[in-house]
């Protein structure tokens, strides 16, 4: 039998999503050892402010766009599922895709914060989490209250790879070179980018492709 596909879980805004986003999947996927990684792009952050926050058209068509010729596949999933809270969706992608292994990445800025979200917990015994470091936020994620109960769960990035089977608990950090680019300040360098790339879309309603895993599939039904 072949082995399953190993995938990592991106979630967030992608207010917009920039090289930055890239650049940080395609290291964390050659770190460790996965097939592809999905960008959940989320219809609402709970956890931020909806004033400055693009449409999801807009914002799921930058991801596409970031993303071409590269192992990830943007995804408003969470639209489908109708789940508001990572642990609700992170439950139903596990039972809808039992032949992929997932693991959830994020930033250190959300592990600074991860003991607010619903069911943390839970999240990190659903699959393993891989933790990237940002900058300003790595002393704030160390010293969180997330960090107190996930360090003893800390796995090396190496030994991760070469695991045949992932378990969960399970924490790797991450750390590379620091990106500085931030979807903020994108956003106040062009404030129309949202606008503009809908008037662009010439795709026809969102909606109507929000169930395919990916753009590539849509285009090809």
């Known amino acids: 039998m072949s082995r399953p596909c190993r995938t990592g879980l991106l979630g967030g805004s992608f207010n917009p999503a920039h090289g930055g986003h890239r650049r940080i999947t395609l290291f964390a996927a050659a770190a460790l050892g996965l097939d592809e990684t999905w960008w959940l792009v989320s219809p609402g952050n709970p956890l931020k402010p909806k004033d400055d926050m693009a449409p999801l058209k807009a914002r799921l068509r930058a991801a596409m766009r970031m993303s071409r010729r590269a192992p990830i596949v943007p995804s408003a999933i969470e639209l489908d599922l109708g789940t508001r809270y990572t642990v609700d969706t992170l439950r139903r992608l596990t039972r809808r895709y039992p032949r992929r292994r997932f693991v959830w990445l994020m930033g250190a800025d959300n592990l600074a914060q991860f ?43 190496a030994s991760f790879r070469q695991r045949g089977q992932w378990t969960a608990p399970a924490l790797v950090l991450l750390r590379f070179d620091p990106d500085h680019r931030s979807a903020t300040a994108i956003r106040r360098a062009h404030a129309g980018w949202a606008e503009e790339l809908i008037g662009k879309d010439r795709t026809g309603p969102l909606r109507d492709r929000l169930t395919f895993r990916s753009i590539r599939e849509w285009e090809e039904a």
Request: no cysteine; charged share 20%.
């Open 115 to 157: 003991h607010r979200w619903k069911g943390w917990r839970q999240i990190a015994r659903t699959m393993p989490i891989a933790v990237i470091a940002r900058p300003g936020y790595d002393a704030a994620a160390m010293t969180s209250p997330a960090m107190a109960w996930l360090r003893r769960y800390r796995v090396s990035a």
